[in-house]
């Protein structure tokens, strides 16, 4: 049974340029959420879906979309790269918006901005 | 904004020995979440608190909310080599913002053998 997982796992871009970043939930999971997790500090909430709709946003400039697709999958778009965002990515699923059993993370996507 | 505030940053501990680390909301929580971190890892959660003053226990873990609901602990008995990693709080405060973890900075656990 497969576990949330993220594509690519690592990614090097440079200033300026646009980013796809690709999550597929535990099966039968229908919330996806992004988290920014800059080195040595705790993930920061980026957006959540959930029955391919917008349900949250954090404090992110417009740089940064993304959206659900029909079978629960997410994509995070972040635009006008800053050598700020080099981060790891997280993609947290869940079965509905409020989970009472945690979130399950993926492995994240490295991104580097150069 | 809502901001969770997580001491220690560090703590280094024999193996054996107990290992605390604490959190504060600066605003209620609806609950808050536990969540470990292993060296290069992502986050895997260990345990969600709801209740005013609620205390869990998982084998050597225990976790405590507060009576008002802004604060938490997490504590380590004994503890193994195996525990290395950053130990993070995360809370919700619920409303409109369901799904929305605010997580704190993290304490690093480094445990000597």
């Known amino acids: 049974d497969a576990g949330v997982t993220q594509s690519p796992t690592h990614l090097i871009k440079t200033r300026g340029q646009q980013v796809t970043l690709r999550c597929s939930p535990i099966?039968?999971?229908?919330?996806v959420s992004w988290y920014q997790q800059v080195l040595g500090q705790g993930p920061q909430f980026i957006f959540q879906?959930?029955?391919?709709?917008?349900?949250g946003r954090g404090n992110f400039p417009d740089r940064f979309s993304a959206r659900q697709f029909p079978n629960y999958s997410s994509e995070l778009n972040v635009n006008a790269l800053l050598l700020g965002d080099s981060a790891l990515y997280l993609c947290?699923?869940?079965?509905?918006?409020?989970?009472?059993?945690?979130?399950?993370f993926g492995s994240g996507t490295r991104l580097t901005v150069v | 904004g809502q901001q969770v505030m997580q001491i220690p940053q560090y703590q280094h501990v024999q193996e054996g020995e107990d290992f605390t680390t604490y959190c504060n909301s600066s605003?209620?929580?609806?609950?808050i979440q536990w969540y470990k971190q292993r060296p290069g890892g992502h986050p895997v959660f260990l345990i969600q608190l709801v209740k005013s003053g609620e205390v869990k226990k998982q084998k050597r873990l225990t976790f405590q909310f507060g009576e008002a609901k802004k604060n938490s602990s997490l504590h380590i008995t004994a503890t193994q080599t195996t525990d290395v990693g950053t130990y993070f709080c995360a809370g919700k405060t619920g409303g409109t913002s369901y799904g929305k973890l605010t997580f704190g900075q993290g304490t690093i656990l480094t445990v000597h053998p």
């Open positions: 605003t209620t929580l609806s609950n």
């Open positions: 099966s039968g999971h229908k919330s």
């Open positions: 879906y959930y029955e391919k709709e917008e349900r």
């Open positions: 947290a699923s869940s079965f509905n918006m409020d989970s009472n059993y945690g979130y399950t």
